[in-house]
């Protein structure tokens, strides 16, 4: 059974860091691009940052660029997004997914997890 699990939202003043933690289970995704996706009340689904876990070659929306990491580590089979600079616009439900090929705002996933709640306070 597959399995994506985010753990490390909560909540932070404006101006701190978070990381993101998702950890993947029952499959590999080695040729998978993993991605973080967040959704605030009243607005659209935003694809925030992707990578693809082999190469790493990596996307950010403007939005979060100079401000959000995306990385891997491939022997806990971990996403991570760490997050810094973090503005109230950042508040959003984070979720993690992984799919077979490429990655938009609009993609649905392959899979995906629960989510988690972040939230920044001004």
């Known amino acids: 059974q597959v399995q994506l699990v985010e753990s490390g939202g909560g909540l932070v003043q404006a101006g701190g860091s978070l990381r993101l933690s998702c950890a993947a289970s029952?499959?590999?995704?080695?040729?998978?691009?993993m991605g973080w996706f967040r959704q605030a009340p009243g607005k659209e689904r935003e694809l925030v940052a992707a990578?693809?876990?082999?190469?790493?070659?990596?996307y950010y929306a403007d939005s979060v660029k100079g401000r959000f990491t995306i990385s891997t580590e491939n022997a806990k089979n971990t996403v991570y997004l760490q997050m810094n600079g973090l503005k109230p616009e950042d508040t959003a439900v984070y979720f993690c997914?992984?799919?077979?090929?490429?990655?938009?705002?609009?993609?649905?996933?392959?899979?995906r997890g629960q989510g988690t709640q972040v939230t920044v306070s001004s």
């Open positions: 997914a992984a799919n077979r090929y490429g990655m938009a705002s609009a993609t649905a996933p392959d899979y």
């Open positions: 029952g499959r590999a995704f080695s040729t998978y691009t």
């Open positions: 990578i693809r876990w082999s190469g790493g070659i990596t």
